[in-house]
Structures are given as C-alpha cells and as structure tokens.
C-alpha cells in the first residue's frame, strides 16, 4: 500500500507562487503520480500528471502557470504553481497510479493523500 503526505499549502495572493510536495512511502516500476483538486461545491478534478517515464500532462486550465516534477532520490512529488487565480483555490491531492497509461482520470488512481488546501485571494 503506497502511502501519501502532502504539504506546502496555503494562502497567497492573486499573482503569487506556492509550491505543493507529496513525499510517497514508495513507487512502483510503472506509475503515475498525479495532483488533483477539490473546490468547494465542486468535482475533483485533475490538475497535472507525471509518469515514470517523466512524460507529464496538465489541465488546460493550468497550463504555462503549473509544473509538475519529482525527486525519485526522495520518492517526492512537487506542483510549483505560479501565477495563481482565484479560481485555483480548492484541496489538493497527490494521487497514485501503480501502472500506465497516465490520464487525468480521478477515478483511476488507487492511492490518495489527506489534501492541503490552497486558498488565493484576488
């Protein structure tokens, strides 16, 4: 069972930049780690992935603002995200896939961390 812990949430300005972290108690051979989001009154939604082989795709809400990448010396998952909306406010959650391909499919991953909120205010 992959274990997850987020962190790196917060409040921030309109403009601003906050990176989130996922440290993973593991990986597997093929996976996908994926960030997605929660807003209030809202679906999840999926936000960016990564695959083990370092290919990665990101909603078009954030792209160009978003950058997913991992330590794999660390087993940690990073979200640097820059320029940040109010409308990027909502829970984050790192999400784990033990297998390929990579979508963007909430339903799709088996592992979840417990969420850090990101709050960005205008």
């Known amino acids: 069972q992959v274990q997850l812990v987020e962190s790196g949430g917060g409040s921030v300005q309109s403009g601003g930049s906050l990176t989130l972290s996922c440290a993973a108690s593991?990986?597997?051979?093929?996976?996908?780690m994926a960030w997605f989001r929660q807003a209030p009154g809202k679906e999840r939604e999926g936000v960016a992935v990564i695959g083990s082989d370092r290919s990665t795709r990101y909603a078009d809400s954030v792209k160009g603002r978003f950058t997913i990448s991992q330590d794999n010396a660390k087993n940690t998952l990073y979200l640097q995200m820059n320029s940040l909306k109010p409308e990027d406010t909502a829970v984050y959650y790192c999400?784990?896939?033990?297998?390929?391909?990579?979508?963007?499919?909430?339903?799709?991953?088996?592992?979840w961390g417990q969420g850090t909120q990101v709050t960005v205010s205008s």
């Open positions: 593991e990986y597997t051979y093929r996976y996908c």
């Open positions: 999400a784990f896939r033990g297998r390929w391909p990579c979508p963007l499919d909430r339903s799709l991953y088996t592992y």
